[in-house]
């Protein structure tokens, strides 16, 4: 069965310091990657997907990026962190073919003080 | 545009009670597929149906069951007797195909739901 796993699953960090999350999944090949992020009390926005190796694309202009250097691994990354960057962050995965659900891993709380 | 919209912000009942969350959608697409997923505190979200824009027969599963009318853009959710496990917050998404091989999910803004014993 696959399982798409998250880490870490909080994080506190000060403003201006990078970030690095990281999403990897398991029992199943050539997945579409997803990352959201949720803000406190709303819904999910879309960030980032991919198709595969390599193949990002981005839904909202921020100060994230996400890449993705091997088939089951998709890392959501910052520079320099803002407060507005806070919430928590799900990856999700979905079958390339067929085209269906969504799965989403554990979350990651993010905090930016 | 494609847009998905949860009027309910919260809604609270008492464990037995039957509850009907709301979900309508606007697409110009003839094909789409429409999804409920459940937050519960933990965080994760978790899949609980999916329904093709051609198939418009209602589903059961257990005391959860989908009401999809297409001529009134509504894909509603009912638990029939709450229980405190159903608290949650409750997302209805639509699906957006495009040109590159992926599905995106529009997600309304979510139900919160809450069963007191």
């Known amino acids: 069965s696959q399982t798409i796993h998250q880490w870490p699953a909080t994080l506190v960090q000060p403003v201006g310091s990078p970030l690095s999350l990281e999403c990897t999944v398991e029992?199943?090949?050539?997945?579409?990657l997803y990352w959201y992020r949720q803000a406190a009390g709303r819904g999910l926005q879309l960030l980032f997907y991919?198709?595969?190796?390599?193949?990002i694309s981005s839904e909202v202009p921020q100060n994230l990026s996400a890449s993705r250097p091997q088939d089951r691994q998709f890392i959501l990354s910052s520079k320099k962190l803002l407060l507005s960057d806070s919430g928590f962050y799900l990856c999700a995965w979905s079958a390339r073919d067929p085209l269906y659900e969504q799965y989403f891993g554990p979350g990651t709380r993010l905090t930016v003080t | 545009a494609q847009k998905v919209t949860q009027a309910q912000t919260e809604i609270s009942v008492v464990e037995k009670e039957d509850v009907t969350l709301d979900c309508v959608y606007e697409?110009?697409?003839?094909?789409?597929?429409l999804f409920w997923y459940k937050q519960p505190p933990s965080g994760e979200l978790v899949f609980l149906i999916r329904r093709n824009s051609f198939d418009e027969q209602n589903e059961i599963s257990g005391r959860y069951s989908w009401n999809f009318q297409k001529s009134t853009s509504s894909f509603n959710f009912t638990i029939t007797a709450s229980q405190v496990v159903d608290s949650a917050v409750y997302f209805c998404a639509l699906s957006e195909a495009s040109s590159y091989n992926t599905d995106k999910l529009i997600f309304g803004t979510g139900t919160r739901l809450q069963v007191f014993p």
């Open positions: 991919s198709v595969g190796i390599g193949q």
């Open positions: 029992g199943t090949s050539n997945p579409n």
């Open positions: 697409t110009r697409d003839t094909t789409y597929y």
